[in-house]
T-cell receptor, first 117, second 113 residues
Framework: AQSVAQPEDQVNVAEGNPLTVKCTYS??????LFWYVQYPNRGLQFLLKYITGDNLVKGSYGFEAEFNKSQTSFHLKKPSALVSDSALYFC???????????????FGSGTRLQVQP | GAGVSQSPSNKVTEKGKDVELRCDPI?????LYWYRQSLGQGLEFLIY????????KSGLPSDRFSAERTGGSVSTLTIQRTQQEDSAVYLC???????????FGPGTRLTVL
């Protein structure tokens, strides 16, 4: 089964500093990886995805993620954090079930990002 | 354009009662997913609908849970004889294609007393 791990429950960073939120994956076959963000009392918002191609993926709100096959990682990054980036971030992998065609997402446990002014 | 909508936004019920949660996907999206977000279990897949095909119910935690999707659009998740462990946020997502990016609704927060 496909899985992702987010080793940090919380990441604290000062505004203006670069941020990294870590994610590692375990899949059979090619990985299809996603990052979502959740603001309080809101649903999940898509940030970016890796399907194939360039290892550096650019997404919404200035976020990017680096796919590293040898380290089985897909860390989320941003060069300069904003206070408004404070939220819950989820890494996910697409988990395909061939007999039904289902392509649901298997999520990590989430990392809370706190950006201090 | 309109995103995925869910109703109600909050639902408080008593143990043993049945509840229905509704999801309106983005118009034209053929794939629809239900997930559950709870403190103990994180985000879990529940059920998947694709067009007129039979749903994939492999994520449903018990036979008290069921879902339907009428006319390939609106979906209803029903929980019978609710238990306290059913308390969670229930999220619906839709995608244009089977493996496309999923767009999530705001969720329904269910509290079972």
């Amino acid at each position: 089964a496909q899985s992702v791990a987010q080793p940090e429950d919380q990441v604290n960073v000062a505004e203006g500093n670069p941020l990294t939120v870590k994610c590692t994956y375990s899949v059979s076959g090619n990985p299809y990886l996603f990052w979502y963000v959740q603001y309080p009392n809101r649903g999940l918002q898509f940030l970016l995805k890796y399907i194939t191609g360039d290892n550096l993926v650019k997404g919404s709100y200035g976020f990017e993620a680096e796919f590293n096959k040898s380290q089985t990682s897909f860390h989320l990054k941003k060069p300069s954090a904003l206070v408004s980036d404070s939220a819950l971030y989820f890494c996910a992998v697409r988990d395909e079930k061939k007999d039904t065609g289902r392509r649901a997402l298997t999520f990590g446990s989430g990392t809370r990002l706190q950006v201090q002014p | 354009g309109a995103g995925v909508s869910q109703s109600p936004s909050n639902k408080v019920t008593e143990k043993g009662k049945d509840v229905e949660l509704r999801c309106d996907p983005i118009s034209g999206h053929t794939a629809l997913y239900w997930y559950r977000q709870s403190l103990g279990q994180g985000l879990e897949f529940l059920i998947y609908f694709q067009g007129n095909s039979a749903p994939d119910k492999s994520g449903l935690p018990s036979d008290r849970f069921s879902a339907e999707r009428t006319g390939g659009s609106v979906s209803t998740l029903t929980i019978q004889r609710t238990q306290q462990e059913d308390s969670a946020v229930y999220l619906c997502a839709s995608s244009l294609l089977r493996g496309g990016e999923q767009f999530f609704g705001p969720g329904t927060r269910l509290t079972v007393l």
